[in-house]
Each structure stands twice: as structure tokens, then as C-alpha cells.
């Protein structure tokens, strides 16, 4: 069984940087693409992130674009979620997520590719 375990979240203020951190166990994890999800109160799971298995091709929403940064740590089943120049409107619960199936079965690039189960991190920017 696939569990994943976010770490990091916090309160910031604005302008200012959080590095999340997620690991993975049940699975090769060298082998999946891995994803980052948001959810901010009343509004649905928003797909933001998402890492090839290999780590080598990433996609971003436009919403983070420029500002996040994935990264995956396939010696240490860990992605990462950099997030720089954060905003007010980037307060959520953060999700990291595996990929459906692994290899390239699935694109790294669209939300229906991924399972979430993790319990999720808080991230609150302040004004």
C-alpha cells in the first residue's frame, strides 16, 4: 500500500520561500511520477505540480509557474515542492501525490494521473 508523508508547511508572509517535502513508501518509487495537489478552504483540489519518474520533465499550473519549483530524490523516495514569491492566495493544504501506474503509462502532466493519500501540510501566507 502506497502512503506518502508531507513535511513543511507553515505560516510565511508574503514575498517570502517554504520548501515541502513528501516521502513516499509501497512503491518503487523510482519508477512513478510524483505530483503536488493544493485544496484552499471552499475551492476544489487544484493540480499544481507534477515530475516524471525519472525527475527530468516537469509540469507546473500557471497559477505557480515561475514561482514553484518540483524536484524528485529518487535515492531518498522524496519529492519536493520549492515555492518562492508566495502569495496570499497560495494558502492551502499542500497534497503530494503518485502517479496511477508507473513509468510512462500515465502523463506527469494532468491531474487524473495521480492518487492522493497523504494526510496533506498547511501552508498559510500572510499579507
Known amino acids: 500500500q502506497v502512503q506518502l508523508r508531507e513535511s513543511g508547511g507553515g505560516l510565511v508572509r508574503a514575498g517570502g520561500s517554504l520548501i515541502l517535502s513528501c516521502t513516499a513508501s509501497?512503491?518503487?518509487?523510482?519508477?512513478?511520477?510524483m505530483g503536488w495537489f493544493r485544496q484552499a478552504p471552499g475551492k476544489e483540489r487544484e493540480f499544481i505540480a507534477g515530475?516524471?519518474?525519472?525527475?527530468?520533465?516537469?509540469y507546473y499550473s500557471d497559477s505557480v509557474e515561475g514561482r514553484f519549483t518540483i524536484s524528485k530524490d529518487n535515492a531518498k523516495n522524496t519529492v519536493y515542492l520549492q515555492m518562492n514569491s508566495l502569495k496570499p492566495e497560495d494558502t492551502a493544504v499542500y497534497y503530494c501525490?503518485?502517479?496511477?501506474?508507473?513509468?510512462?503509462?500515465?502523463?506527469?502532466?494532468?491531474?487524473?494521473?495521480?492518487?492522493?493519500g497523504g494526510q496533506g501540510t498547511q501552508v498559510t501566507v500572510s499579507s
Open positions: 515530475i516524471q519518474y525519472s525527475g527530468t520533465m516537469t
Open positions: 509501497g512503491l518503487t518509487f523510482s519508477t512513478y511520477h
Open positions: 501525490a503518485a502517479a496511477i501506474s508507473p513509468y510512462d503509462s500515465v502523463t506527469y502532466a494532468v491531474k487524473s494521473s495521480f492518487n492522493y
